[in-house]
């Protein structure tokens, strides 16, 4: 019999990339999403489409029966509309991670990857920054996605489930979303470029970010559910290990530019993986110039 898989927010953009390969790989993938930010034609064929919502336990957790993993990508991930909305993003991000856990922990799931964000970092004095550094996140997403860590720890220790969470820096690639005034700057320059219009940079773009290869956050999840050194609540960097500015992205993607006003972000991140490479046997394969010219 295949292996039975659930991917929680498999219609979205990284979920969706991921169920796509284990379906390849001869798994019997299973996705949750309620499709606030999802959308069914992401769906791989041969991938059953179950329309729930993770705030509700009572939806997902006959689902969770028989499953050797739940990938735990559902999320509001979007800083910004969590300054906006901090009790509607409190729900997915923290209860919905505390309902996957307690549904897990009941069916006796063989492991949960969760995913977890650099944002729980914010600003740090040093750069490359490495797991053992405090979480100072500047948002309530941050905040959220941190608290799901902890929680993924305390399951581990207290319940005996074996979890992960894998730390992503900025991810892009085929099907990211360009909607909305903070979607990913990438995305959302390709989008401006087709459209003829100019990209636009929020403050002096001299801002950095660690773009990390959807392909790679795939191949990330796949060896953290395979790998036997981990599941005890680890946490892991997922990034390319590089930083550029976003008036290099511009550069790469080429056309004219506009600036408009500063946000709040962090200033410059970019991930140390050595942890990856030695718990998963994992490194990034795809550059910023390459991911860029593919999307092209």
Not at 84 to 113: C, D, F, Q, R
Request: hydrophobic letters at 40%; a neutral charge.
């Amino acid at each position: 019999m295949k292996q039975k898989v659930i991917v929680t927010g498999g219609a979205g953009f990284i979920g969706s990339n991921l169920a796509t390969r284990l379906v390849t790989l001869g798994y019997d993938v299973h996705i949750i999403d309620n499709l606030s930010g999802g959308e069914k034609e992401r769906v791989p064929a041969g991938a059953h489409l179950h329309i729930a919502d993770i705030r509700k336990i009572n939806e997902i957790e006959p689902l969770f029966a028989s499953a050797a993993v739940i990938f735990h990508l559902a999320a509001l991930p979007r800083v910004q509309y969590s300054i906006e909305h901090p009790e509607e993003t409190h729900e997915v991000n923290v209860t919905g991670t505390l309902n996957v856990l307690m549904a897990s922990a009941k069916h006796k799931v063989g492991k949960v990857i969760y995913s977890a964000s650099s944002s729980a970092y914010g600003d740090q004095d040093i750069l490359p920054i490495v797991e053992s550094m405090p979480a100072r996140p500047k948002s309530p997403y941050g905040a959220q996605k941190y608290i799901g860590e902890v929680y993924c720890k305390v399951w581990a220790e207290v319940f005996k489930l074996k979890t992960v969470s894998l730390r992503y820096f900025n991810v892009y690639g085929p099907g990211q979303s360009h909607e909305g005034d903070y979607a990913l700057v990438i995305a959302k320059f390709l989008k401006q470029k087709k459209d003829g219009g100019p990209m636009t940079i929020t403050g002096d773009g001299k801002q950095t970010r660690d773009f990390t290869h959807v392909r790679d956050v795939v191949n990330a999840n796949i060896l953290a559910f395979t790998s036997d050194k981990v599941g005890a609540g680890e946490v892991i960097n997922i990034g390319s290990g590089d930083n550029y500015s976003v008036n290099k992205v511009a550069e790469l993607i080429g056309g004219e530019v506009i600036h408009i006003p500063a946000r709040l972000e962090p200033k410059d991140t970019r991930a140390d993986n050595s942890l990856a490479r030695k718990l998963l046997g994992w490194k990034p394969t795809v550059t910023l110039a390459e991911g860029i010219k593919e999307l092209l």
